[in-house]
């Protein structure tokens, strides 16, 4: 299992989040947040897609994020893959996998 983040442009935010919808991952948490980088103008608004996913999943979400989310100026944002340890769905117990 991994999980995806990624940070984006607000104005990609709605398609990107309806393509992530209709892709078939089990879910997604979304926080608007504020950073800056590399070239350190000032904190400026964004969103933060995390999304936990099979192994399976990541390279079409991560492409889809990619392609969806880059205008090619600067401040697109970042993309980062995280490998989670352990993973719970509360309600029915199930672990792993088939938590996602
Ligand atoms: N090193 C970092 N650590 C944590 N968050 C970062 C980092 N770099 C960028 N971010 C987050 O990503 C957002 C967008 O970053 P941005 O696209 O400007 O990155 P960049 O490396 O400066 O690339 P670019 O040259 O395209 O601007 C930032 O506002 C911040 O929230
Ligand atoms: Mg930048």
Do not use: P, W
């Amino acid at each position: 299992m991994k999980k995806i983040e990624a940070i984006i442009r607000e104005e990609k935010f709605d398609e990107i989040c309806a393509l992530l919808e209709k892709s078939g991952i089990g879910g997604m948490t979304v926080s608007e947040v504020r950073g800056f980088g590399h070239h350190r103008n000032g904190l400026k608004k964004k969103f933060k897609i995390e999304i936990y996913a099979d192994e399976f999943q990541v390279d079409k979400t991560i492409e889809l994020i990619r392609k969806k989310a880059r205008t090619g100026t600067t401040g697109d944002g970042k993309i980062a893959v995280y490998t989670i340890d352990q993973l719970y769905r509360i309600r029915t117990g199930e672990e792993g996998a088939s938590a996602v």
